[in-house]
């Protein structure tokens, strides 16, 4: 870069006139030599210089597991942050001490006591008393949200390095409404749809919008053929940190010490013809089954993030760079779409087409809302979940009884972990695909009616001088001139 910029100075003392012609003052405020923020097309700028990046050198997350039958139905929540915490330390060799602050994305558990527990994760992760812990909670998008309110924390200079981490078990903190329902909420339909099971969103988001139940079911059996392909040839293992746990026998109460790798949930063997013998479970004569939903799981997830220059000078490799991040309001009746406003929005404020997007991570709470999203966009379903997704894998997700609020009786609420594991699963692929691979969206439909999205870059598609993708055309304008 330094010399790059010596070139400059060069160039610009030939260039600038002389100063038997200008005044001293017209000279001071002529061309001056500065580092390029943009690259051959003005279609795709940096918002900030090179070693200002926000980047991520980890990303690890548990396995996800069957509540309450599953692999971590015995373990603490604190127990399942604390391994993936001390993952992207120990794998960086990162000392904790510098870390500015640990984010949280979780949903399901008292604010105060999951607050606490993540405190004591911590603690369990090696972490001293110094570094502070916050929890948020944007419901589906959670993780996704910790990410991004760490990446915007070290851009705004409030410190340097943070985690964007998440925890949700659906064994222990299964959904609950406490207290009554404010009856006010029978005057307004909005507020009433906020309180609609998500299981009849995903119908009326197929019945809306013509997706069939085939469609659905078809989508439902390529998520687990794809997980099942991506965990026989080894491809989680990147992103899945083992947690050493123990199993309780619900008969006899003896405990087994167990060691926790691989989801759970993934059947390999489902077909079509076996899904379409379930019943609808929201709707009679509906077309979202417990085969083409999101499966309700434990589990937890962290991705380590710090300015370019930091982990430039530390010499730690840059797995990916966050770019972008959108948040965005929907029908609450049709929560499931907002994938399909989100995305536009993220890869928009980047700079760029969903064509440019080589890879996309889209949350299966519903196959109905999957497919409508795909199908809205237009995306090639060949760069799509393309390692399975939640259908197969997991969405933790919580199940509560309302039994006074407008016939409301199932609400389903998304929560972190399907955040964590879609950023730790994007940008591995994304680092194995190597050059043929350059940007990545994670994107999420949120309950009572919203969408998230982020852009990723992987991180060596890009130098100090050039940042910009390849322009396909020989047009001296660039598209957003066009």
């Known amino acids: 870069m330094e010399k790059a910029i010596n070139r400059q100075q060069v160039l610009l003392q030939h260039l600038n006139p002389s100063a038997s012609s200008f005044s001293s003052h017209q000279n001071n405020s002529a061309l001056s030599a500065s580092a390029c923020l943009a690259g051959d097309s003005a279609a795709y700028q940096r918002t900030n210089v090179f070693g200002d990046d926000v980047v991520i050198v980890a990303a690890y997350r548990t396995a996800l597991c069957k509540s309450k039958r599953g692999g971590f139905k015995d373990t603490y929540p604190d ?7 001390r993952a992207v330390i120990e794998k960086t060799n990162l000392n904790p001490s510098e870390v500015g602050d640990i984010v949280v994305g979780t949903v399901l558990a008292p604010g105060s006591q999951r607050a606490s527990e993540c405190r004591m994760a911590a603690f369990y992760a090696g972490f001293p008393e110094t570094v502070p812990v916050r929890t948020v909670n944007r419901q589906c998008s959670s993780g996704l949200q910790a990410v991004a309110d760490v990446a915007a924390a070290i851009k705004a200079g409030f410190y340097e390095i943070g985690i964007g981490a998440g ?3 659906m064994t222990t903190n299964p959904m609950a409404w406490e207290g009554s329902v404010n009856p006010r909420v029978k005057q307004m339909e909005q507020a009433q749809n906020c309180l609609l099971p998500m299981g009849i969103t995903s119908e009326n988001v197929a019945h809306r919008f013509g997706v069939t ?67 609808p479970v929201f709707k009679k004569n509906g077309t979202t089954t417990a085969g083409n939903s999101s499966q309700v799981s ?12 930091v982990a430039m000078r530390k010499g730690l490799p840059i797995l990916g760079v966050f770019r972008t991040f959108a948040a965005v309001g929907v029908d609450p009746a049709i929560m499931g779409v907002g994938p399909a406003v989100a995305i536009p929005a993220a890869v928009k404020s980047a700079g760029l087409e969903l064509d440019d997007v080589d890879l996309f991570e889209i949350n299966e709470a519903f196959a109905s809302q999957f497919v409508y999203c795909q199908k809205k966009l237009e995306l090639d379903p060949q760069k799509i979940n393309v390692n399975g997704g939640a259908m197969a ?11 006074d609020v407008v016939n409301v009786t199932l609400v389903y609420i998304c929560a972190f972990v399907e955040g964590a594991r879609c950023v730790a699963t994007l940008l591995h692929e994304m680092k194995r695909r190597g050059k043929d691979c350059r940007f990545g969206v994670v994107s999420m439909c949120i309950g009572t009616g919203m969408g998230a999205a982020a852009v990723f870059e992987r991180g060596d598609c890009v130098d100090e001088l050039c940042n910009a993708r390849k322009v396909e055309t020989n047009s001296l304008l660039s598209k957003d001139a066009r």
């Open 79 to 85: 127990d399942l942050l604390a391994p993936v915490l």
């Open 167 to 169: 925890l949700e078990s």
């Open 213 to 279: 139940r085939q469609e659905q079911d078809q989508a439902a059996v390529e998520s687990h053929r794809k997980a099942a392909a991506a965990t026989a040839s080894g491809k989680f293992k990147d992103e899945i940190v083992p947690v050493a746990t123990k199993i309780v026998d619900p008969k006899t109460g003896d405990e087994k010490p167990v060691t926790i790798s691989v989801d759970d949930g993934i059947r390999a063997n489902t077909s079509v013809s076996d899904l379409g013998k379930l019943k």
């Open 298 to 309: 434990d589990g937890a997830g962290a991705v380590l993030l710090m300015k370019r220059s």
């Open 393 to 403: 894998i997991g969405h933790p997700l919580g199940v509560t009884e309302l039994k």
